[in-house]
């Protein structure tokens, strides 16, 4: 079964910055895209940013990008998201899991997955 460990999140002002990390267990990490889902109280999740296996081809969401920078370590089974310039809205919690698919204009959420517990970002303005 895939288990995933998110951590790496905070409370910061707005203008700084987190890196969280995701260590992935129960599949083969290097051959899998990954990517960064988030959820604020009250709304729906929403796909962030994913990464496929080969650790060139990205997405970010419009309001992340020039902000946010996704990588992975495939030696370490851990994916990473360098986030920058926080703001107010980007507060969330943040997950990590295996997209139904992750193309540079789009990532799809996985129909089924073992979520984690996820991390918390707390931006203060």
């Known amino acids: 079964q895939v288990q995933v460990v998110e951590s790496g999140g905070g409370l910061v002002q707005a203008g700084g910055s987190l890196r969280l990390s995701c260590t992935v267990s129960?599949?083969?990490?290097?051959?899998?895209?990954i990517g960064w889902f988030r959820q604020a109280p009250g709304r729906e999740r929403e796909g962030v940013s994913c990464i496929n296996s080969d650790g060139f081809n990205t997405y970010y969401r419009d309001s992340v990008k020039g902000r946010f920078t996704v990588s992975r370590d495939n030696a370490k089974n851990t994916l990473y998201l360098q986030l920058n310039s926080l703001k107010p809205e980007d507060t969330a919690m943040y997950y990590c899991?295996?997209?139904?698919?992750?193309?540079?204009?789009?990532?799809?959420?996985?129909?089924?997955?073992?979520w984690g517990q996820g991390t918390q970002v707390t931006v203060s303005s």
């Open positions: 899991a295996v997209p139904n698919y992750c193309v540079n204009y789009e990532i799809a959420p996985p129909t089924a997955f073992n």
């Open positions: 129960g599949l083969t990490f290097a051959r899998t895209p």
